[in-house]
């Protein structure tokens, strides 16, 4: 074996080792999840740290789902995420192609607002949202889980990466053709974004489904609630049933990883889509 190959053997081994102690570092929270949803509520308090159960505690999800109204939380989730990206998707969509295709005064300036609303923490403008959706008297509703967060910056420069990758003779020829900016889009721009736009619903899915801040102010009724204002009751001022939370919270995220594990690649597509032609 050359003095080349050794190095590149020994550069690969360190570049798996280092992986593999980031993923050990990232799977540690959902094994501490899954064990302690298991366990009684002494194990967990036991020092040292007792991490398998001594017997499987099935009982702690039959808590949960008795004190939580499990059903109509997930309802909600599922109304408010599904609504959520099914809308971001036309919206930021419709202003990427506008950004990316079509040439009008000011368009470089109102893009680079556009990417300055990233930097502003949304604490900042939940006050203000608050009052206003007040003053509509839309609290404790779907118009204001949903219609608020039907805009994403994010998405918008993130489509807008892929169409710029588009290659620009399909739209003139289209053009030539005597289709419209609206046949084009619809016809040509969202059919070859179906990569682009799995992998925007995924990071759309995963925000919106375990958003907490937004719903928890928006939301009074328990029947509005979504799984993670719901969860979040479970914590108690003096003192959390670590048991019941764990278990909780093991069966609100249990549907997100079947989606990453369905659509881990269109996920590992989007990071790279953020790199495209700028």
Same mark, same amino acid.
């Given at each position: 074996?050359? !003095?080349?190959?050794?190095?590149?053997? +020994?550069?690969?081994?360190?570049?798996?080792?280092?992986?593999?102690?980031?993923?050990?570092?990232?799977?540690?929270?959902?094994?501490?999840?899954?064990?302690?949803?298991?366990?009684?509520?002494?194990?967990?308090?036991?020092?040292?740290?007792?991490?398998?159960?001594?017997?499987?505690?099935?009982?702690?999800?039959?808590?949960?789902?008795?004190?939580?109204?499990?059903?109509?939380?997930?309802?909600?989730? $599922?109304?408010?995420?599904?609504? $959520?990206?099914?809308?971001?998707?036309?919206?930021?969509?419709?202003?990427?192609?506008?950004? #990316?295709?079509?040439?009008?005064?000011?368009?470089?300036?109102?893009?680079?607002?556009?990417?300055?609303?990233?930097?502003?923490?949304?604490?900042?403008?939940?006050?203000?949202?608050?009052?206003?959706?007040?003053?509509?008297?839309?609290?404790?509703?779907?118009?204001?889980?949903?219609?608020?967060?039907?805009?994403?910056?994010? +998405?918008?420069?993130?489509?807008?990466?892929?169409?710029?990758?588009?290659? #620009?003779?399909?739209?003139?020829?289209? @053009? @030539?053709?005597?289709?419209?900016?609206? +046949?084009?889009?619809?016809?040509?721009?969202?059919?070859?974004? !179906?990569?682009?736009?799995?992998?925007?619903?995924?990071?759309?899915?995963?925000?919106?489904?375990?958003?907490?801040?937004?719903?928890?102010?928006?939301?009074?009724?328990?029947?509005?609630?979504?799984?993670?204002?719901? $969860?979040?009751?479970?914590v108690g001022q003096h003192g959390t049933r670590n048991n019941w939370l764990m278990a909780a919270s093991m069966l609100a995220t249990a549907p997100?990883?079947?989606?990453?594990?369905?659509?881990? !690649?269109?996920?590992?597509? +989007?990071?790279?889509?953020?790199?495209? !032609?700028?």
């Amino acid at each position: 074996m050359t !003095k080349y190959k050794i190095r590149a053997l +020994g550069t690969n081994l360190l570049i798996y080792l280092v992986l593999s102690i980031g993923a050990l570092i990232m799977i540690i929270p959902f094994i501490w999840m899954f064990s302690t949803a298991f366990k009684t509520f002494q194990e967990t308090l036991a020092i040292p740290i007792q991490w398998l159960p001594s017997s499987l505690q099935l009982d702690n999800f039959r808590e949960v789902l008795d004190r939580l109204n499990f059903t109509r939380f997930y309802i909600n989730s $599922i109304i408010v995420t599904v609504s $959520i990206t099914v809308m971001q998707a036309l919206v930021c969509t419709m202003a990427a192609y506008g950004f #990316a295709r079509i040439k009008f005064p000011g368009r470089d300036i109102l893009f680079m607002l556009l990417l300055s609303m990233l930097m502003v923490p949304p604490q900042m403008t939940l006050l203000p949202s608050f009052l206003l959706l007040n003053n509509f008297g839309w609290i404790d509703t779907y118009q204001a889980l949903i219609i608020p967060r039907l805009f994403s910056a994010f +998405g918008t420069f993130f489509l807008r990466q892929f169409f710029l990758s588009i290659p #620009a003779e399909l739209e003139e020829a289209a @053009i @030539i053709d005597g289709t419209s900016r609206w +046949g084009i889009y619809w016809r040509i721009f969202l059919p070859l974004s !179906k990569t682009a736009l799995a992998a925007f619903a995924v990071f759309t899915v995963l925000w919106a489904w375990n958003d907490l801040m937004w719903p928890l102010i928006m939301t009074r009724r328990e029947s509005m609630r979504v799984l993670s204002v719901g $969860i979040s009751t479970l914590v108690g001022q003096h003192g959390t049933r670590n048991n019941w939370l764990m278990a909780a919270s093991m069966l609100a995220t249990a549907p997100m990883i079947i989606l990453f594990t369905v659509l881990q !690649k269109q996920f590992i597509a +989007g990071i790279t889509i953020t790199g495209m !032609k700028a």
